[in-house]
């Protein structure tokens, strides 16, 4: 029967006499009622409940069975989840079950009390207390005149004797929703005392698939909900005849292997292919792009020519304070240059140079000769031609760090011009040397060049792993040369004073030498780190004027490792394969322990119920020849042949053995309790409320009814 959302309300209630019964299959994966003598239920709907509140008013409502996606959208499910009353086929949540009787009498059509004859199916062996609680439930709620408790297998097997797939004797072997049960049937009978039970069914395998394929496809583990494993399950899975051959077959068979995979292809949007733009598109943003550059270039013209006038402005100036100063005298100077903030003379032709040359950079012109650049250098430092008669204190010290500074850097220059003309030497003594004997030049050449490429690479493997560090770890002091961790100790200890904790650096004449000793500039180990470098640059460009196929080490760039690349989703991304899992999650009805259940198979199951059995082996075997397989989960294809194949390898040898699936595994239980319903043996099977008053739990110790149809 196709699931619905919601069932039909029944309208004929009122129709049928308070003599005819209600027979209520009560499963754990589906909830079935409907009148008795009926072929199908009037009402079918999955056994679970649901208890969300609505999004807009916060009420919370009850839902059972099936739902409507569309429905859904305005409930907030986040805080539930889906609850069944049954734990291991037997009903607990007697809060749920009511909320179940309540919505299936309400669809069959009930509008107050159901005077009405019961008989509902249950497991077998169901407890004592669960038919109590069931039965108070009935009675007391629902106003039930009298009911009547049988168990769906004994009901499916009678339905199928009545048809001629079984005989009076035989095995009923259940695989249903929660649980697989083995029971014996003696003379059309039950035999409850042999039976045998383990708590695996069809949910179990549906979990296990959900399971595999969530692990198997992690990011689609959100299209993998149960309902859909619960699809895939009832249309591709199915039971291998041999376990272990079949997981070998997928090992090495390939075309066999393709030949049993199945395929889900998610939903799944191409995504938009980028069509190169039309000429209009083009034309348009470049049109855009030479406006927005036309802005910026006015942007840049408007602040050029604003800062040229500033400064055209402050030239003009300082050339009326130089012709102040020329037409004044000496008094009349210093009145000037105190007034202006200027020292000397000498300070404002510096500025003056300096602001001309940013005014000719302004305007994009040259800025001068070379003598005009070296005039610029020396007019840094303003102070050192000002005699100390003329300065204040602060002015001194500022003169003694400008005459370190000049000092420092006329070295620097001089150094640099030594060695230009030493380089300038050994270039004409190497041109000789090449001239005399080139053979011998070029390996000089080379030997040079090992040298001093060993040296670089050893000072750089020093700095990266640090040196004499034998425990393999690298501190900042071991990567640092002499030269600078006499710096470091300067820099901690230059402006610390023990007496006072003030910092008085730079009130003694000592403190400058100091301060050149920490000066970067003058570290003379980085100065012969560049020549080493330029020196090994300089034999390399040689060699390769002798060698062009000479590779310098140093210079080559090892190729950058091409960056991760996104790959755009296709179709393939959202393909979910289904291959082992088709056999491997039916296989935990054969071996429980896949799933961590500590029990026995299906097959052992009957080799367990036999045993328990007190008839000898004649009686057996007769059993062994009428086995009746029913329940949702033998639907699976190759169940059969593989029950068979377990069965057998518990019998004797040749021992006779037939196995039959039920003419309708799912529905036969309901159609054997509607037949027995409708039968003149079901009135003298009930109890009434009289009768549970009377005897309380202790009726259900001794209730079994006879199966007659």
């Known amino acids: 029967m196709t699931p619905v959302y919601r069932p039909p309300l029944e309208t004929d209630f009122a129709r049928f006499p308070d003599s005819i019964p209600i027979v209520i299959d009560n499963g754990a994966s589906t909830f079935r009622i409907g009148w008795a003598g009926e072929v199908e239920p009037r009402v079918a709907f999955r056994n679970i409940v649901q208890r969300p509140r609505h999004r807009s008013s916060g009420e919370t409502v009850t839902v059972v069975g099936d739902t409507d996606p569309a429905l859904m959208k305005y409930f907030d499910c986040t805080r539930t989840s889906i609850r069944s009353p049954f734990d291991d086929d037997v009903v607990y949540q007697f809060e749920y079950m009511e909320y179940i009787l309540d919505y299936g009498f309400d669809r069959l059509g009930a509008t107050s009390e159901v005077d009405h004859p019961i008989l509902m199916t249950e497991c077998e062996c169901n407890p004592s207390f669960s038919r109590a609680r069931m039965s108070e439930l009935l009675f007391e709620t629902y106003g039930v005149p009298s009911v009547a408790f049988g168990i769906d297998d004994a009901f499916s097997y009678k339905y199928n004797q009545k048809l001629g797939n079984c005989g009076e004797d035989g095995l009923a072997i259940s695989c249903e929703f929660g649980t697989c049960h083995v029971v014996p049937f003696l003379k059309g009978q039950p035999v409850l005392g042999a039976c045998c039970r383990t708590n695996v069914g069809g949910s179990h395998i549906t979990d296990f698939l959900r399971q595999l394929l969530s692990l198997k496809y992690p990011y689609h583990a959100a299209s993998v909900s ?22 070998q077959m997928f090992k090495n068979n390939k075309e066999e292997v393709e030949e049993k995979t199945r395929y889900w292809q998610l939903p799944w949007v191409p995504p938009p292919k980028d069509e190169p733009p039309s000429e209009e598109e083009l034309a348009r943003k470049a049109a855009i792009k030479e406006k927005s550059g036309q802005r910026l270039r006015d942007m840049a013209a408007a602040k050029r020519s ?69 005039a610029s250098g020396a007019d840094k430092y303003p102070l050192v031609s000002v005699p100390d008669e003329m300065l204040t204190p602060e002015q001194l010290k500022e003169k003694k760090k400008q005459v370190l500074l000049k000092t420092t850097t006329e070295g620097r220059i001089r150094a640099k011009q030594r060695r230009a003309e030493e380089a300038a030497l050994r270039e004409k003594q190497e041109e000789e040397r090449r001239t005399e004997n080139p053979e011998l030049y070029f390996d000089e050449l080379r030997a040079r060049y090992l040298e001093l490429s060993e040296k670089v690479d050893q000072r750089k493997r020093q700095k990266v792993n640090g040196n004499n560090n034998s425990s393999g770890a690298v501190g900042r002091g071991e990567r640092l040369n002499a030269a600078q961790k006499e710096r470091m100790r300067l820099l901690t200890t230059a402006a610390f004073d023990r007496g006072k904790g003030e910092d008085t650096f730079g009130m003694r004449d000592e403190d400058w030498l100091v301060y050149n000793k920490m000066s970067k500039e003058n570290e003379e180990d980085n100065d012969g780190n560049d020549d080493d470098e330029s020196e090994l640059a300089r034999i390399a460009s040689k060699i390769q004027e002798v060698d062009p196929t000479f590779v310098n080490k140093h210079e080559a760039v090892e190729p950058a490792a091409d960056p991760h690349k996104v790959r755009p989703l296709t179709a393939e991304d959202f393909k979910i394969t289904i291959g082992i899992e088709r056999f491997r999650c039916p296989e935990v009805l054969f071996q429980p322990g896949m799933i961590g259940v500590d029990q026995a198979g299906i097959d052992e199951m009957v080799s367990i119920s ?26 699976f294809p190759g169940m059969i042949p593989r029950l068979e194949a377990g069965i057998r390898q518990f019998r004797p040898y040749l021992a006779p053995l037939k196995l039959v699936r039920a003419s309708d595994p799912i529905l036969d239980a309901w159609h054997g309790a509607t037949a027995f319903a409708a039968s003149r043996e079901f009135a003298r099977q009930t109890f009434t409320l009289e009768d549970y008053r009377e005897h309380g739990e202790n009726l259900f110790h001794r209730y079994n009814i006879v199966y007659t149809l």
């Open 306 to 374: 604003q800062k040229i006038e500033g400064l055209e402005k402050k030239l003009s100036e300082l050339e009326d304070i130089m012709e102040q100063l020329d037409d004044s005298d000496e008094i009349e100077e210093t009145a000037i240059l105190s007034r202006t903030g200027y020292l000397s003379q000498q300070e404002i032709k510096s500025d003056i140079l300096k602001v001309t040359q940013s005014l000719r950079k302004a305007k994009g012109e040259s800025n001068g000769n070379e003598e005009n650049a070296d």
């Open 226 to 247: 149960w309902d859909k494993a619960e699809e895939l399950k009832k249309e591709h899975c199915y039971v291998a005849h041999d376990y272990m051959s079949e997981l």
């Open 610 to 635: 036999l045993r328990r059995l007190v008839e000898d082996e004649s009686v057996k075997e007769r059993l062994c020849q009428s086995i009746l397989v029913t329940g949702g989960s033998s639907l």
